[in-house]
């Protein structure tokens, strides 16, 4: 079952007594909310996303709710918690969608120690995998949006799981979030791209987001093997470069760009190692979109396999 | 700290941590995964050399010295003393190196 075979009625019942189960990639989330101007944005942005059954184990289990007491009537916020505590400061109730899905990249990034997680983009094509792993304000995410409107599948927009065991990535086909002018450069690049309403004054601007395409939600349970690592940097009214780095470089790169690298120990500088081995490394600086996706396009295409 | 160049009687060997090390060689940089403290090192090849070097053996600096030149050789400059210096105070920083008899032997 998905989203998208529930009804309003439905979500907004699953939501408030806790049994919004949905699958995102290798983890199951449990969502509870009493925020009614929630339930439309699930329905709608969540809609291909699998329903899992109420009495398997989630992953985590997450509130988003109406502050307790005096404070929900005369302040109307939305405060995200997890078993219990807040990690953030309560945000407008306008703003309970974005903080939802803050909340869960945080809560995956804080806990899913038994893999490696690099802060990266990951999209897969034949088989083999791109990482874009970059810093916030590098235009991953955008890069990562018209790469899947061009026929990549997406694996995630901001998490390189790598699984321990076999070093493959572990696709989260997650809503990829587009800020500020990112949202109208998406829109002319790729059209037929659905995007949410837009959230303005957030904490990080304006906000929308991405659904990721049918195929690549529904493709979450297929791994894919690293091929590529591209650094990506957008700087405005940059020439197209597309260069390669050392190993070495990419290594540090890698390694100091993951979320638990230091967690892992052993296992992460292994994971690193080899996957540095296993990939051609390139720097990518870029300003225009098209641009990008084409030298990517021909980079992947003459130097597959 | 390690001492002058000359005739010092001070020999290092690899500490446990030094023999536990993971190595990855790329391009003309190496890294390190050091157990012990869970740190991962970049090294050049010099400070390589050294840690291979003594893992063969101990070895006191000045011959230490004359092994670099002759490994390196091709490059056509002569290790400085202050150089090696700085490279064995690294590594022993790190825990990787130690001194096998320096100290007992001046007593």
């Not at chain 1, 995998?129 to 970059?134: K, T």
């Not at chain 1, 304000?137 to 321990?164: I, M, Q, Y």
């Not at chain 2, 030094?18 to 090294?43: C, M, N, R």
């Not at chain 2, 050294?50 to 400059?77: C, H």
Request: a negative charge.
């Amino acid at each position: 079952m998905r989203v998208n075979d529930c009804t309003a009625v439905q979500i907004k019942r699953l939501l408030k007594s806790s049994e919004f189960n949905v699958q995102l990639g290798p983890f199951q989330i449990r969502i509870f909310s009493n925020i009614a101007s929630l339930v439309p944005l699930l329905s709608q942005l969540y809609h291909f996303y699998p329903v899992v059954r109420q009495d398997s184990i989630s992953d985590l289990h997450i509130k988003i709710a109406y502050p307790r007491g005096l404070r929900h009537w005369y302040r109307r916020q939305a405060v995200f918690s997890i078993d219990g505590g807040q990690p953030f400061a309560p945000y407008a109730i306008e703003h309970a969608f974005p903080a939802l899905e803050w909340g869960i990249n945080w809560c995956i990034a804080t806990r899913a120690h038994h893999l490696l997680m690099l802060h990266s983009a990951v999209v897969e094509r034949n088989g083999h995998a791109i990482l874009f792993p970059a810093w916030p304000g590098h235009g991953k995410s955008t890069l990562c949006a018209a790469l899947v409107f061009s026929g990549w599948r997406l694996l995630s927009d901001e998490f390189g799981l790598v699984r321990p065991e076999d070093g493959v990535l572990l696709p989260i086909p997650r809503l990829i979030p587009l800020k500020n002018e990112s949202i109208d450069v998406i829109r002319q690049f790729c059209p037929e791209a659905v995007i949410g309403p837009s959230f303005f004054k957030t904490r990080k601007g304006t906000v929308a987001h991405v659904i990721p395409p049918e195929d690549s939600i529904h493709r979450m349970d297929e791994p894919a093997k690293p091929r590529w690592l591209i650094f990506p940097r957008w700087v405005a009214n940059a020439p197209l470069s597309l260069e390669p780095i050392p190993k070495s470089q990419a290594f540090l790169m890698v390694a100091t760009n993951a979320f638990n690298y230091e967690v892992l120990d052993q296992t992460a500088f292994r994971l690193v190692t080899d996957m540095v081995k296993d990939c051609d490394c390139y720097s990518l600086v870029y300003s225009d979109l098209n641009q990008a996706v084409t030298a990517i396009d021909e980079l992947t295409r003459s130097n597959h396999g | 700290m390690a001492q002058s160049h000359g005739e010092s009687l001070d020999r290092f060997c690899l500490t446990d941590s030094g023999q536990e090390l993971l190595w990855q060689k790329w391009d003309d940089a190496f890294v390190l995964f050091q157990p012990s403290s869970a740190e991962t090192h970049f090294i050049n090849e010099i400070s390589a050399f050294i840690l291979e070097r003594l893992a063969q053996e101990p070895v006191g600096l000045e011959t230490l010295g004359k092994l670099i030149d002759m490994e390196f050789e091709q490059v056509g400059e002569k290790i400085i003393p202050e150089a090696l210096d700085f490279w064995i105070n690294r590594l022993e920083e790190l825990g990787l190196i130690d001194r096998v008899d320096g100290i007992s032997a001046s007593l």
